[in-house]
T-cell receptor, first 115, second 113 residues
């Protein structure tokens, strides 16, 4: 398996622009998670999905952030409009719901820089 | 609410020496605990987990972790460190009531040749 795939790996954009981050989970996994990593705040859970349905979006910082999962193999995290404080590494992770399989498998991340 | 504490920002150890990266947790109910490693410009990689059973858990790359319920700790260990073990290590605990993980702040491990 190719693992969790994220694109782009790097994104540089100007304040006010729309940014879309993409994620393909591991085939067969039914949970998908979006995280943000910064030096100041560490690793924060933004939102997670089960079977394409958003379960908990309490970590989404503002209405400028939105996430979708239109099917089992694709999810997007959108920031509109972007701000410099959104600069971070964004990770997608997936997991399997089988009993005991609680570990999550992470993608390589998207490094977002907003100038 | 659950929480994880990694009291050391950085751990330095000489190659060949044993290493320990500390983690303590707070959770209601039975703890489900995890260790992840992050190499530069990479995502987090799963190392090992404790769900139930033996207090000594063995994982990838020769790492192991010891679960101690009375001390609410889950320290990561390796008998002989390698330079290639230098990375950022995260302890995590499963959230109560939802299928998510709460991560610690991370500990940077530096193994000197």
């Amino acid at each position: 398996d190719a693992g969790v795939i994220q694109s782009p790996r790097h994104e540089v954009t100007e304040m006010g622009q729309e940014v879309t981050l993409r994620c393909k989970p591991i085939s067969g996994h039914d949970y998908l998670f979006w995280y943000r990593q910064t030096m100041m705040r560490g690793l924060e859970l933004l939102i997670y999905f089960n079977n394409n349905v958003p379960i908990d979006d309490s970590g989404m910082p503002e209405d400028r952030f939105s996430a979708k999962m239109p099917n089992a193999s694709f999810s997007t995290l959108k920031i509109q409009p972007s701000e410099p404080r959104d600069s971070a590494v964004y990770f997608c992770a997936s997991s399997l719901a089988n009993l005991g399989e609680y570990e999550q498998y992470f993608g390589p991340g998207t490094r977002l820089t907003v100038t | 609410a659950q929480s994880v504490a990694q009291p050391e920002d950085q751990v330095n150890v000489a190659e060949g020496n044993p290493l320990t990266v500390k983690c303590t947790y707070s959770v209601s109910g039975n703890p489900y605990l995890f260790w992840y490693v992050q190499y530069p410009n990479r995502g987090l990689q799963f190392l090992l987990k404790y769900i139930t059973g033996d207090n000594l858990v063995k994982g990838s790359y020769g790492f192991e972790a010891e679960f101690n319920k009375s001390q609410t700790s889950f320290h990561l260990k390796k008998p002989s460190a390698l330079v290639s073990d230098s990375a950022l290590y995260f302890c995590a605990v499963r959230d109560t009531g939802r299928r998510a993980l709460t991560f610690g702040s991370g500990t940077r491990l530096q193994v000197q040749p």
